[in-house]
């Protein structure tokens, strides 16, 4: 080989090697960029859980009109995220879980104090937090598998007994 050969492999050598090192430094901040967003998202989740197991302690679900929008703004987060940390912790979607936890206040509260029996339904409704009854009713339905006045009545029932 000659010598200019040896010369143009060897600054094409040096040319690959430059650019892998530059390639692996690229990898080296994409990685390190993953992780911190990674240890943030964490961090993050680990706050937005905080702040609904103090929004179920406070029982702040029982207020009207409350929203998924209305919680990420009480929580500082947004709703995109609340909705997914929520979703990933709890295994439904904001809905469900607010309607999950009013009806098992009401259905709890029913159960444990005998003046909740002779209260309406739309009273009821009321109390946990819904603006409709219709709403309520369906939602106490598809939760129990039988409406608020047939709850209500079998455990009029079972008292009898």
Known sequence: MCELE?????AITRVLQNNLSIVNQANQKEKNTKEKKEIIGILKEKE????LSEFEEKKDFL??????G???????TNVKYLSL?????KAQNFNL???????NYIKTKIQNDQNFLKYKISHLSN?????ATSTFSKSF???TGITPSEFIQNLKDSMKK
């Open 97 to 103: 879980y607010i309607n999950n936890l009013r009806i």
């Open 63 to 68: 207020k009207k009109g409350m929203n998924l």
């Open 85 to 89: 940390v929520i979703k990933k912790n």
């Open 6 to 10: 040896i010369a143009e492999k060897s």
């Open 127 to 131: 109390l946990c937090g819904y603006s």
């Open 141 to 143: 339905l598809d939760i």
């Open 48 to 51: 937005i859980n905080r702040g």
């Open 70 to 76: 209305k919680l990420s703004t009480l929580l500082n």
